[in-house]
């Protein structure tokens, strides 16, 4: 016997991979309108970036971009990166630099203090480094990981996991 559905009723489940993806990775989220000082958050280790850092979810971004903060100790830095969302980054305090590379070309660095503020190539390799040896350096970066991640529903493809090396931005030049 065939049953009436209601039309609210084929809309499809919402799948929020990002959402899934940000309760794996164990740091602490921070939410609101605002964020009064980002060098006061609550950071802890994060295996993605291998240093100290928080997640920062906006009110009102619509699920079109978030941000996190990280901290690289002194004399420490990063983990190499690489990922097809875009990434501002805001340097809060100290001192460091930047390498950027393409997996076929050569590494370009440029340094940065507090009040710097760049962006990260898209699906280009990058590394941040902590110039001073004696205090912490702190970056609020944001991102539209959210969206793409939603977008792809699948955060390997998003991390170059598990996407082919000729997919993505090719042949892009670096001004450093």
């Not at 000082?37 to 928080?54: A, F, I, M, Q, R």
């Not at 969302?85 to 809060?92: D, G, K, P, T």
């Not at 760049?118 to 990058?126: T, V």
Request: hydrophobic residues 35%; glycine residues 8%; contains cysteine.
């Amino acid at each position: 016997m065939a049953t009436t559905v209601a039309p609210s009723d084929l809309k499809p489940e919402r799948i929020d991979t990002y959402k899934n993806w940000q309760a794996e990775q164990q740091i602490p989220v921070v939410r609101g309108f605002f964020v009064e000082d980002v060098n006061t958050l609550p950071l802890e280790y994060w295996d993605l970036k291998g240093v100290p850092c928080s997640m920062v979810v906006l009110d009102g971004t619509g699920g079109t971009n978030d941000a996190y903060v990280c901290e690289i100790p002194a004399g420490g830095k990063t983990k190499p990166q690489k990922h097809m969302y875009e990434e501002m980054v805001y340097v809060a305090k100290g001192y460091g630099a930047t390498s950027v590379w393409q997996r076929d070309g050569k590494k370009h660095t440029f340094e940065w203090g507090p009040g710097s503020m760049f962006a990260m190539p898209l699906n280009a390799d990058y590394q941040h480094f902590n110039a001073s040896g004696s205090e912490a350096a702190r970056y609020f970066a944001v991102t539209n990981s959210c969206f793409i991640m939603n977008l792809f529903h699948n955060v390997d493809f998003v991390a170059e996991k598990s996407r082919p090396a000729s997919i993505g931005v090719r042949d892009q030049r670096f001004i450093c």
